[in-house]
């Protein structure tokens, strides 16, 4: 029962208002709640503020665990790009229009004046003639025994001064046709059963097989190069192809083998008889049938002429000049040519 003067009575120990306290939990909670989700919301936009995007077709996320990655390069050794040297363009061959010019042009002045008037590019010198006589001061032992040496002593002081010029220069050397040290040294020389043989022009040979013979004339290439010659000239340079060659001994000076390989070791010998001039040049002279394998008696092939710097050819009638593969070929005319063609003139054109 209610007490008198209002005072409500509790039963069980319970406010008979707990069902308002019920309500106000509930709302704290709620309250609770919402600021919770506040907060994450505004987390949320401060974290996805740099991946939203705004444009006129409304508001995108962009969010980087959606997007495409881009495959990585492929890994692997690195390249290395070379970048190729220029090939040089090789220098063109000059014209050669050589003019054999008297032995006296050696020091007369006239050297220059008489190329240019020929239209040619260079001048040509008989410096061991035909004849085996030399056109220069020469020290060598053979030389001086056979009396083939000049006799001026002033001559090779000229020579060098010439030399010393803008004239090119060519030292003509008949290797092997020499009538002057087979006579005085017949070891040295082509036999018959009778002595030297000599050609059809009545002139001694010196033997291309023979050692001695080919270390003089190797002295004389040494000696012509150290006067400062642009270029020697060999011509003769092989075994004889004119003349009774039937009455030619066989002996160690002529093989009935082995030519061939004689002339091998002679251009071998030259070469390195000049090795100190490596700018002076070493030129051949030979015949179109020569070229062609048409004179097997003299031991030239064209193997041979490839080893030179520069091929003279002399041409019969109705003959073609040859080719070869990597040596310049000259015709040898019997007068000068045009310009801007290669040739020479291996006839005296006068003292």
């Not at 085996?132 to 056979?146: E, P």
């Not at 040295?188 to 043989?197: D, K, R, V, Y």
Request: with cysteine; charged share 20%.
């Amino acid at each position: 029962m209610p007490r008198r003067g209002g005072t409500p009575v509790r039963r069980n120990g319970y406010d008979s208002y707990h069902g308002r306290s019920r309500v106000r939990t509930f709302l704290k909670v709620l309250i609770v709640l919402l600021l919770v989700v506040l907060a994450v919301a505004v987390g949320a936009l401060l974290w996805l503020e740099p991946y939203i995007d705004y444009s006129a077709n409304g508001i995108k996320i962009n969010l980087p665990f959606f997007q495409q990655k881009e495959p990585a390069p492929a890994t692997g050794a690195p390249v290395v790009v070379t970048t190729p040297e220029p090939t040089p363009t090789p220098e063109p061959e000059e014209d050669f229009r050589g003019i054999l010019l008297p032995n006296s042009a050696l020091y007369d002045g006239t050297a220059a004046q008489r190329v240019e008037a020929a239209g040619a590019t260079a001048a040509l010198f008989d410096m061991k003639a035909d004849d085996g006589s030399l056109g220069y001061i020469s020290r060598l032992a053979l030389a001086i025994q056979a009396e083939a040496s000049a006799a001026d002593p002033a001559l090779n002081a000229a020579i060098q001064l010439l030399n010393g010029g803008e004239v090119y220069t060519v030292a003509r050397v008949s290797c092997f046709r020499d009538n002057l040290v087979p006579r005085s040294d017949m070891s040295l020389a082509i036999h018959t059963n009778a002595g030297n043989w000599r050609d059809s022009g009545d002139t001694r040979w010196l033997s291309p097989a023979n050692e001695s013979a080919r270390q003089y004339v190797v002295g004389v290439c040494r000696e012509l190069a150290a006067l400062g010659f642009d270029e020697i000239l060999l011509d003769n340079w092989a075994f004889p192809t004119d003349g009774e060659l039937g009455w030619i001994k066989a002996d160690a000076n002529y093989p009935a083998d082995g030519r061939t390989a004689a002339l091998e070791v002679f251009l071998k010998e030259v070469r390195a008889g000049l090795a100190e001039f490596p700018e002076v040049k070493v030129s051949l002279v030979t015949t179109a049938s020569a070229a062609a394998g048409g004179a097997v008696e003299s031991g030239q092939t064209a193997a041979l002429l490839e080893r030179a710097d520069r091929v003279l050819v002399r041409l019969g009638e109705g003959e073609t000049l040859p080719r070869l593969n990597q040596t310049p070929v000259v015709p040898v005319l019997e007068q000068a040519g045009q310009a801007r063609e290669d040739w020479a003139v291996l006839a005296m054109t006068g003292e």
